[in-house]
Structures are given as structure tokens and as C-alpha cells.
């Protein structure tokens, strides 16, 4: 006999086809059909899937430590972009000096047709139209001037539903709008008292007011009322003393691009995030008027931020706080993207924090740090409680109360101004900062979010291996065959045999 | 592709065993681990070394060659000394 010979007869062959067909015929009977909407979000896979090595940590207990009582509500006119506090550290001859010095490096770059500086850069970045939907949102979008209409107005009752199924709702609403990830946060009177700004940014980036005090007008106090609206007037935002719950969401970025930074494209990298912003912020708040419930807050325009909205991001498990600290790391992403937070009175179910290794890693890894022209960004081993002074003053720009890096954000925003290009080495730098290519980066999270003895030698791995910026990278970015947009969106989708 | 390739590395596999049987020939438990895990390493650099161009980060893909490849390439190659020599002497 042939030791070929099949040692299956045909009667346990047919009997294994039957139970192969069995299989599927279950399979096929267990497997989700959905009807309608209602169905959809009453569903488990329209729940948000992480990365298998993301760990959920509990609520109000991110990998960052936080401390509210240390945490005052911040001002929100005192950030680093602002040229009255980058005056207070640098004086207001550097500050108005930026624009000339920017000019000036673009004249010569243009003149030695510098990477990411020939005709065909400055055409695509200086032609970046951020194209405003009909309107400018306001606070609670009271300007929008033709909303969709409320169940009252159109007579019926306001939909209700579950936590759970009003987030799976508004998630998959969000996404189909432009967002990537979204999470919630219940607004908790501690979050009201600690973490919403105390004042709006509004105008008080403008030059005008360095060595001066903002008036109210300008930017106004966001201030808690004993109403059931939001609404807002020439000198105050009013958030109203119901239950509330915060929306964490993200856009994406293009990693192409940011690997550009240095140069025009890189700074195009930064305009690329907002493409979509204005319909996604009315999309949004229209869904939820529909609904029957509010939007408080702006996303897309940071002049009306309710709060920091790395904080929101970091507290609804979106990502991890980073060394760089104007980034949060997400596991999908790393650094490029953008992120919002705003309120809504719609009952949400909180997401929680996560643990995949990341402000752990950042405290290994400095390659940010080690690439930022400037060198603002914190060198530390360890992360601290204590802010120290900027220029020898105090730093009145970072929110207190969290345990971590600090960085001299004033100076990161005069440098910026001072170039050409926006700077922003540090994004295409970092070492999250990777596509999906390559198995070893699913290796290398994976082990990070578990182990942290190696962070150092990965760290190091990045470097020797040429991941992050390059000015030359500028020019090979013409002819790549890039997603719309230069943006992976499928990185967060499970169903419909997108993901990879 | 990484389907075909698995199915490639399968046929490959199984066609060295039965040419090891064809010849009565015989591996030792750490000939077979050595060489088992030379070619695990070196499938990862292939894996790795096309992926990195699918990134655009082709000297990523180099230093895969060199960090991962090579020491792949020298394990399958020791294990292949190992067992020569051995049945040489045999």
C-alpha cells in the first residue's frame, strides 16, 4: 500500500463534510444581520475596538497621575501660542521679530530651491483654503442660521435611549461625520471645579494685547449657570448646572506629511487636520439638536475650548499623555491627528482610560527632545508634580495638578513663528509616529504595552533604523500614491473588511 | 500574498522532510530548533524588509536586512554545517 494512501474513508469524509457544513450553517446563524439603525447600536461590534495589547484602566485613573485638588481651572488665555505670554518670557521685539525672521528664511530656501521648498510646495501649502461651513460655530452654535429642526419643533418626542446605545450612536454618527476615535467622560462636579478652562483663549493670541490685560470682550469668562442652555454673550459662555458629559474625539492626520516637517509640507501637515473639522463640528451638533439634546463647545476652533483637550482625550482612553505634552499618543495613531472635547448634555456611557505602554515608553524615549531645533521639550528621567520656572518666572501657561513632563511651550511657538515652515519637528519625529507596513511596530507596541525593560533599546532601534523627519522626504512625497487625504482611516475600522 | 508565501514556506517545509526521509536522513531536537528558528527570523526580515518599502522608509528595510537577515542566514547555515558534518562522520 502506497504510504499516500488516504487513511480517511469516504463515509468519515462525508460525515466531516456534513459537520464542516454544520459549522457554517451555525456560524452563518450566529453571525450579526442587522435590521435597522436601532439594531445596529444595540449591537457589541459597533463598540470601538482597540488594539489587543490596550489595557482599560478605571475611570479618572489615566497612566499620567492627576491630582485634582492641586488642579485649579485653568485660564485659558494664558497658553504658549500666545504672543502677550510669549512677550512676558521673551520680550515683545522678539515676538514682533518673528515674521520678518520667517520671511526671510522662506526668501533664502525659495533662492537654493531647498527640499520641500520648490514651486510645487509653495503652491500646495500656501493653497491650503480652510473654507468655513456658512458659518463661524459659536459656543453653543446659536449662529448656525439654518439648524435642523428639534423634536419639539417638528412634534415629536426627544429620543432616549440607554447610556450605552446613546454612545454607540453618537460614535458611529461621529465617524460617518469625519471623526476617528471618540470617548466619553462624565462631567463630575470635580471636573467642573478643576479641569473646565476658567476663561476662553478667544482673542487673546492677538499681538495687540502683549503687555496689556485681555478684556473680557476679547476672551470671555466660561462661567456655570443654574439654566438648561448654554448660551453665550459679548462677555461671558455659560455652561448650565445640568448633567453633563464630555466628548473626546480625534481627526486624523497624514504621517507622510509630518515626516515632512522642517519644511512647507510639514507645516501643510498641520493644515491637512483641519480639512474637515467645520462639518464634522456642525454635522455633530445638528445630529444631536435632531436628537433633542445640546453641543457645548466648538470642535475645530480652540479660541472656545472648554478645557484641554489632551486632558479629555487622555481621561476618555483615546490616548496617553507624552513627553512632548501638546501631543497625546493614541495606539493607532502615535502623534499626528487632532483632538477635540465637547460637552454635550446627551446621557453617555464613560470610556475608560488606557494603559498600552505609551507615557511609560515616553519616559525612556527622548528622541522628541533630541530632535527639537529649539530644545524645549523636557529631558527629565522622570516625570514631576512640580512646574519648574520659565526664564527664571513663573510658568503660567501648563495646567497644574498632573504628574508630568513640562515643557517651555512659549519658546516652542517663538521658534515656529520664527521659521517658515511651523517647526513641528517633534511630531515626525516621534517614535509612535509609524504606519503599519511593517510587522515589527505591532511587535514592539505589543511588547511595550506589557514590558518596559526594553523602551530604552527601542527607542534607540528607531534612531538606527531612520524612522522619523527628513527634509528630503518633502520632495519623494510627490509621487507616493497616498490615501484621500494622506490619511489612514481604516486603522479604526473592524467591520466590512476594511481593516488590515 | 503573506497567504501564498505561508503556503510556499509549507510546501517548502514539508518537501525537505520528505526528502530527509527519502534519504534516511536524520536531525538531531537542536539542529531542528536552530534551523527552525533561522527561518522564522528570516521570514520576519522578508516581512519586514518589504514592508518597510511599503513605507517609504527604505533604509528601515536595509537595516533589516542586516539586524535580523544576517544572523537568519547564519543559523539556517549552521545548522546545515551541523548536520553535514555530522553525518559525514557517521
Known amino acids: ?500 | 500574498m503573506w497567504f501564498f508565501i505561508g503556503i510556499l514556506i509549507g510546501a517548502l517545509v514539508l518537501g525537505f522532510i520528505w526528502w530527509l526521509k527519502h534519504k534516511n536522513l536524520h536531525l538531531t531536537w537542536y539542529e531542528w530548533l536552530i534551523g527552525a528558528v533561522g527561518l522564522i527570523l528570516l521570514v520576519f526580515t522578508l516581512q519586514n524588509f518589504m514592508g518597510s518599502f511599503e513605507e517609504v522608509e527604505s533604509k528601515a528595510a536595509y537595516m533589516f536586512l542586516l539586524v535580523t537577515g544576517l544572523p537568519s542566514l547564519i543559523l539556517l547555515a549552521l545548522t546545515w554545517q551541523l548536520a553535514a558534518r555530522r553525518l559525514s562522520k557517521a
Request: glycine share 10%; with cysteine; hydrophobic share 35%.
Open chain 1, 1 to 500: 500500500m502506497s504510504k499516500f494512501h488516504s487513511m480517511v474513508s469516504r463515509r468519515d469524509f462525508m460525515k466531516g463534510l456534513g459537520m464542516a457544513g454544520a459549522g457554517i450553517g451555525a456560524v452563518a446563524a450566529s453571525a450579526p444581520v442587522f435590521h435597522d439603525i436601532d439594531e445596529l447600536i444595540a449591537s457589541d461590534t459597533a463598540v470601538q475596538p482597540r488594539p489587543w495589547w490596550v489595557k482599560e484602566r478605571p475611570i479618572d485613573d489615566p497612566t499620567i497621575e492627576v491630582d485634582f485638588d492641586m488642579m485649579e481651572r485653568h485660564d485659558g488665555r494664558n497658553q504658549g501660542q500666545s504672543a502677550r505670554v510669549r512677550a512676558m518670557y521673551y520680550g515683545a521685539d522678539r515676538v514682533l521679530g518673528a515674521a520678518a525672521l520667517s520671511a526671510a528664511e522662506l526668501a533664502e530656501r525659495t533662492a537654493s530651491n531647498y527640499p520641500g521648498y520648490t514651486y510645487r510646495s509653495r503652491a500646495l501649502a500656501g493653497s491650503f483654503k480652510r473654507v468655513s461651513p456658512g458659518t463661524a460655530p459659536g459656543w453653543a452654535e446659536t449662529k448656525d442660521p439654518a439648524p435642523v429642526k428639534t423634536p419639539e419643533e417638528r412634534g415629536e418626542p426627544k429620543w432616549t435611549g440607554t447610556p450605552e446605545e446613546a454612545s454607540r450612536m453618537l460614535r458611529a454618527a461621529m465617524r460617518a461625520y469625519g471623526a476617528s476615535l471618540v470617548g466619553y467622560t462624565e462631567l463630575t462636579q470635580e471636573h467642573r471645579d478643576h479641569v473646565i478652562f476658567s476663561y476662553e483663549k478667544g482673542d487673546s493670541n492677538n499681538e495687540k494685547y502683549i503687555g496689556t490685560d485681555v478684556p473680557v470682550t476679547a476672551a470671555r469668562p466660561i462661567v456655570f449657570e443654574n439654566v438648561a442652555k448654554a448660551y453665550e454673550t459679548t462677555e461671558k459662555l455659560v455652561i448650565p448646572n445640568v448633567p453633563l458629559w464630555e466628548i473626546a474625539l480625534s481627526t486624523q492626520g497624514s504621517n507622510e506629511l509630518w515626516r515632512s516637517s522642517g519644511t512647507l509640507l510639514g507645516g501643510f501637515a498641520n493644515s491637512n487636520t483641519f480639512y474637515n473639522c467645520g462639518n464634522l463640528h456642525a454635522s455633530t451638533y445638528n445630529f444631536l439638536r435632531y436628537l433633542g439634546y445640546q453641543l457645548i463647545g466648538t470642535i475645530g476652533n480652540d479660541a472656545r475650548y472648554v478645557g484641554s483637550e489632551g486632558g479629555a482625550a487622555i481621561m476618555a482612553g483615546l490616548g496617553e499623555a507624552s513627553r512632548q505634552k501638546l501631543y497625546t499618543l493614541t495606539p493607532e495613531y502615535g502623534a499626528p491627528g487632532r483632538l477635540y472635547g465637547v460637552l454635550t448634555d446627551l446621557p453617555l456611557e464613560p470610556t475608560h482610560p488606557i494603559d498600552a505602554g505609551i507615557y511609560r515608553f515616553c519616559h525612556s524615549c527622548q528622541k522628541c527632545a533630541d530632535h527639537c531645533p529649539p530644545q524645549v521639550i523636557s529631558k527629565e528621567k522622570e516625570p514631576s508634580w512640580d512646574i519648574p520656572l520659565t526664564e527664571g518666572k513663573e510658568t503660567i501657561f501648563s495646567v497644574k495638578g498632573t504628574k508630568a513632563f513640562y515643557n517651555n511651550l512659549p519658546l516652542c511657538r517663538q521658534y515656529s513663528n520664527e521659521t517658515s515652515h511651523g517647526c513641528r519637528i517633534c511630531w515626525g519625529e516621534c517614535t509612535f509616529t509609524v504606519n503599519r507596513g511593517s510587522l515589527v511596530h505591532q511587535i514592539i507596541k505589543g511588547t511595550v504595552a506589557n514590558v518596559s525593560l526594553f523602551n530604552t533599546y527601542f527607542y534607540k532601534l528607531g534612531e538606527a533604523f531612520g524612522y522619523g523627519a527628513d527634509a528630503e522626504k518633502a520632495e519623494t512625497w510627490w509621487d507616493l500614491s497616498l490615501p484621500t487625504l494622506g490619511q489612514d482611516s481604516t486603522i479604526t475600522a473592524a467591520d466590512g473588511g476594511y481593516g488590515k
